[in-house]
């Protein structure tokens, strides 16, 4: 990793409850000096992430401040309460709810306008990667936030990051699933650093996301344009997740 750009560890609890001493004082949920860390839990955990001084944000959040959307917050909703940062195209969502990339780049727009920091995910599928349309479908899905990131000379860095997340390499549930290899996993980073505009190349985190764990995060965060991750099944494990973010701080740690 790149020494300008500070690692980022971000557990992604999903649908499931907040695992137990998430909120203790020696939490692995809790920033250290040369790692960010934060938490996305459900809407009904955000309140008690908050409470704890653990930074946090929704999984999802719209665009409009209010309205007729049953079921649904708004990421101005989210930044009222405390929140940090926020969740934008997740690949569940993206599946689920049918969200368009045209839509997740307004969520994008909107949480950084509510000084959230949103994490905006991309990735591709199973059989998108097996047909050979890695690259193209990434450059797709970036559109959208490059020609915003164009548009916004003023906007820095330290106010949106990106995760690449190979559908295929998330565990969903599954232990024993491989994450990306640590090669492979370099290259897209560096294609997609390459993609952005010139002035945010250097200093845009970019998180890798799919089956990060324990085990492979020290492989996976060596890597140059690997800035962090976006961490599922791993996160609901305290011990595990422990372990991922020392492996970070190890890092920032060599890069001085
Ligand atoms: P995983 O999930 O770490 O369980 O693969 C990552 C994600 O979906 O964000």
Redo the contacts with the bound molecule.
């Keep these: 990793m790149n020494p300008k750009r500070k690692l980022l560890i ?1 557990g ?1 609890w ?1 649908m499931n409850p907040a695992p137990a001493g998430f909120d203790a004082d020696d939490s692995p949920f809790r920033s250290r000096k040369n790692v960010d860390v934060a938490v ?1 839990p459900t809407f009904l955990d955000l309140r008690r992430c908050i409470d704890a001084g653990i930074p946090c944000g929704p999984q999802f959040g719209r665009p409009e401040p209010t309205g007729a959307f049953t079921g649904d917050i708004s990421m101005a909703m989210a930044a009222k309460l405390g929140c940090q940062y926020a ?1 934008c195209g ?3 969502r993206r599946q689920f709810h049918h969200e368009t990339d045209e839509e997740i780049a307004k969520q994008f727009v909107a949480a950084i306008d509510n000084n959230l920091i949103p994490i905006f ?1 991309f990735g591709e599928t199973e059989s998108e990667h097996d047909a050979g349309k890695t690259i193209e479908v990434l450059k797709r899905q970036l559109q959208p936030i490059i020609t915003i990131l164009t548009g916004s000379l003023s906007l820095t860095a330290d106010r949106f990051s990106l ?1 690449y ?1 190979p559908v295929w ?6 232990p024993n ?1 491989p ?1 990306a290899t640590s090669k492979d996993a370099q290259e897209i980073h560096a294609l997609i650093r390459s993609l952005l505009p010139k002035d945010k190349q250097a200093s845009t985190r970019i998180l890798y ?5 324990g085990s492979n995060a020290a492989e996976l965060l060596a890597q140059p344009d690997i800035d962090g ?7 609901l494990k305290i011990d595990d997740f422990r372990k991922i973010v020392e492996a970070a701080e190890k890092n920032g740690q060599n890069n001085g």
Excluded: P, Q, T, Y
């Excluded at 390499?169 to 599954?174: P, V, Y």
């Design positions: 971000a992604n999903k996305f969740l997740h690949s569940d995910c995760a997340e390499a998330i565990s969903r549930g599954d699933k994450a996301g799919g089956s990060m764990k991750g976006l961490v599922g099944g791993a996160s």
